[in-house]
């Protein structure tokens, strides 16, 4: 049973956008804000973004300004859309509920070159 898949990531070079989805199951979406956190290699895993039940939003501070959450309950989907990329964000995205609760699914890799 997988409650959880991100997809949209890719390679890209500084100062570019990606878009990443992240498709999970219909109950979380009811009830949960949701979260995308990202691991580079060697570092613990960050809140990046959180989106909440009524659509507020809360950002890093790394990321402000140039990253937005989005959601569309009615396809149980959440999206980052990920602008002004800089090669610090390279790393594996991950969605999950707001604070985590569900398992972790595989992520998706995000590059950037410089």
């Known amino acids: 049973q997988v409650q959880l898949m991100e997809s949209g990531g890719g390679l890209v070079q500084a100062g570019g956008s990606l878009r990443l989805s992240c498709a999970a199951s219909?109950?979380?979406?009811?009830?949960?804000?949701m979260g995308w956190y990202r691991q580079a290699p060697g570092k613990q895993r960050e809140v990046v973004a959180i989106i909440t039940t009524g659509g507020g939003t809360s950002f890093a501070p790394d990321v402000k300004g140039r990253f937005t959450i989005s959601r569309d309950n009615a396809k149980n989907t959440v999206f980052l859309q990920m602008n002004s990329l800089k090669p610090e964000d390279t790393a594996v995205y991950y969605c999950?509920?707001?604070?985590?609760?569900?398992?972790w699914g595989q992520g998706t890799q995000v590059t950037v070159s410089s």
């Open positions: 219909g109950s979380i979406f009811s009830t949960n804000h």
């Open positions: 999950n509920i707001f604070p985590p609760g569900v398992d």
